[in-house]
């Protein structure tokens, strides 16, 4: 048979510990291992982008810029990879055209070699500017842009859906398609058809990267499945952080494969000390709270509720807060109506935090006697469109006050912001360098509490702000 070698993408240093510790690992706990990851041989190593900007501003007292430049002054050989919502970057709600632009500039400046980029509708008008963008800056260092399809299921979402949106994207400039099941309900023989399909269908030099969770217990198998139908890449996660609602551990898979046609070509022995290491690591955010042993499960309700893990603390969280944990499953049940009726939307940052608050409202409070401003707003078009119809009665009452739908690309509607924000970061005194603003952008509130605890380390003028690190300061 023809040798294939697989390539590997390990999470270790980003989705791994987002998925199991809430981004708690901290640069440090990463450092001393720099050297020999980046000597394993791997495609890449996840290690910037998604939760992690927020969580070092919020929680770790970390500049996420200079986590990025530390991490390259490491990681030499091996591209840095990052997650990147679209037109959300890693925030929450959509930024002009021109914030896109800087943040991706100032990414590949300071180190990022791939950008997985999607939109959590799968609308690829969301994208066009991240993508246009990561070709400009990203020539001359050679930066990849992977365009990923949000893969879910519905009556609308087929893989004659996905290999057409897989197409689209790749003319609009991508250089791999990443299948990103971020729930993990891919299922194997499904994964078959879809790899096989994309290979035929992509251009020859268009890599195919899959993206899955443990969350069900399949992962393994939607792997080998998609390994066998051809697939370039896959993400793996160490196993001190691999499995349950995390990546399929990378050691099983490199063993597996020794000595096949698809050997990965690297030395399980080298992973070693490197596994010793973060098995440190994991038992430190176990011990301080943040890895909760059940992630680690297989949890079946993926499946049946098509809930993803983090969605599903987010539910538990909400109902506990309200005192009703016991409508859990009669949340868990809601979900999928909630979904049909915005459209099949997949469930990922953001959308699936909206359905899921819309589901409890309507279990606690009766079906649609509340509606979120947020899933108002999905209603209304106005974080882009859908694949599915929209429930009739549902968008009635979203315009009864005479709202609009709106069918442009949502960007279209927001001036641009970065003069404005750079005039006021300087005007409070916080700005040091250009991403100084871009993380004010992202997060004015939590860079802002930042950007004064860094200003007291650094003058002394603050002496509680400077020894209490931890402290939140109201802006």
């Known amino acids: 048979m023809e040798s294939k070698k697989l390539l590997i993408t390990d999470t270790i240093l980003r989705d791994a510990h987002q998925s199991h510790a809430a981004t708690r690992m901290r640069f440090d706990e990463m450092e001393e291992m720099l050297p020999l990851l980046d000597e394993i041989g791997y495609y890449s190593l996840e290690a910037w982008g998604g939760a992690t900007f927020d969580s070092c501003l919020?929680?770790?007292?970390?500049?996420?810029?200079?986590r990025l430049r530390n991490l390259k002054k490491y990681l030499k050989k091996t591209p840095i990879q990052m997650l990147l919502r679209g037109q959300n970057l890693l925030g929450y709600r959509h930024y002009a055209d021109d914030v896109v632009d800087s943040f991706i500039d100032k990414s590949i400046e300071n180190g990022i070699g791939v950008i997985r980029v999607f939109d959590a509708l799968n609308d690829p008008r969301n994208l066009e500017t991240s993508i246009k963008a990561i070709k400009k800056y990203g020539a001359g260092s050679k930066c990849v842009c992977e365009a990923a399809i949000s893969y879910t299921t519905s009556p609308v979402h087929t893989t004659e859906y996905f290999v057409n949106l897989a197409k689209n994207l790749e003319s609009m400039g991508a250089d791999n398609?990443?299948?990103?099941?971020?729930?993990?309900?891919?299922?194997?023989?499904?994964?078959?058809?879809?790899?096989?399909?994309?290979?035929?269908?992509?251009?020859?030099?268009?890599?195919?990267?899959?993206?899955?969770?443990?969350?069900?217990g399949t992962g393994d198998m939607i792997n080998l499945m998609a390994i066998q139908a051809g697939v370039d890449i896959v993400d793996c996660a160490l196993s001190p952080l691999g499995n349950g609602t995390s990546n399929p551990a990378t050691e099983p898979l490199v063993a597996t494969l020794k000595g096949t046609q698809y050997d990965t070509g690297i030395d399980i022995q080298k992973l070693l000390p490197i596994v010793k290491h973060f098995n440190k690591v994991s038992e430190r955010l176990e011990k301080d709270g943040f890895l909760n042993p059940k992630v680690r499960r297989v949890d079946i309700n993926t499946l049946l509720y098509q809930v993803p893990g983090g969605m599903l603390s987010n539910l538990m969280n909400q109902l506990k807060q309200a005192g009703q944990e016991e409508k859990l499953f009669d949340c868990l049940a809601e979900v999928p109506e909630v979904r049909k009726d915005c459209g099949y939307p997949p469930?990922?940052?953001?959308?699936?935090?909206?359905?899921?608050?819309?589901?409890?409202?309507?279990v606690l409070m009766g079906r649609y006697k509340t509606i979120t401003a947020?899933?108002?707003?999905l209603i209304l078009g106005k974080y882009g469109a859908v694949s599915g119809e929209k429930n009739p009665e549902v968008v009635k009452l979203c315009t009864e006050h005479g709202e609009e739908i709106i069918t442009c690309r949502p960007a279209d509607l927001l001036q641009d912001e970065m003069d404005s924000l750079t005039a006021k970061v300087k005007d409070d005194g916080f700005y040091e360098k250009p991403e100084d603003v871009l993380s004010y952008a992202l997060f004015p509130e939590v860079s802002t509490n930042y950007f004064k605890w860094r200003k007291a380390q650094r003058t002394g003028v603050d002496k509680d702000m400077a020894s209490n690190p931890n402290r939140v300061y109201p802006v």
Request: some cysteine; charged content about 20%.
């Open 347 to 362: 469930l990922v940052t953001p959308s699936s935090q909206i359905v899921g608050t819309q589901a409890v409202w309507n």
């Open 177 to 216: 398609i990443c299948i990103k099941d971020m729930a993990n309900l891919l299922l194997p023989f499904t994964a078959y058809d879809v790899v096989s399909k994309l290979k035929k269908a992509l251009n020859p030099q268009t890599k195919v990267h899959l993206h899955t969770h443990n969350t069900s």
């Open 58 to 66: 919020r929680f770790l007292n970390e500049d996420p810029w200079d």
């Open 374 to 377: 947020q899933y108002k707003d």
